[in-house]
């Protein structure tokens, strides 16, 4: 069960993580949203899983469009590449865990990281700390 927090407490920890996601040395959190219908039917998927390891050719297939045509519309619509987009949907919902206090480690397997280390990792190089520390004071 994950723990709840309540909502002035949680407000109160997403101002944190605010303060310091404005503070971080590395490139600012992006994620933006697509607008050609293809592109957000395979966001939506991922939005749903961001754990989904289907390659961008299966989520193609699914969206009834090609890979390469994907590839394009995530560069042009998204200004990054699919693997970009797809980590960055992943820490967004990673931040969304840690907020609601889920144990890194099962933060790192919901999100789709194969090991805790590997998010850690990640992480640290997005926000210039490790996840652990994302909430304290």
């Given at each position: ?21 404005h503070r971080a ?26 754990a989904d390891a289907?390659?961008?050719a299966g989520l ?78």
């Amino acid at each position: 069960e994950v723990y709840k927090r309540q909502d002035g407490e949680r407000g109160r920890l997403l101002a944190v993580l605010l303060d310091r996601l404005h503070r971080a040395p590395e490139q600012p959190f992006h994620l933006p949203a697509p607008e050609d219908p293809r592109l957000a039917a395979v966001c939506a998927i991922l939005h749903r899983d961001p754990a989904d390891a289907s390659t961008l050719a299966g989520l193609a297939a699914q969206a009834g469009a090609s890979e390469r045509t994907l590839a394009r519309l995530f560069r042009r619509e998204l200004g990054m590449s699919f693997p970009q987009w797809r980590t960055q949907l992943r820490l967004h919902h990673a931040l969304l865990l840690l907020a609601d206090g889920v144990p890194v480690t099962a933060v790192a397997h919901r999100c789709g990281w194969a090991s805790a280390s590997a998010f850690i990792d990640v992480f640290r190089r997005a926000f210039g700390y490790t996840p652990g520390r994302t909430f304290t004071l």
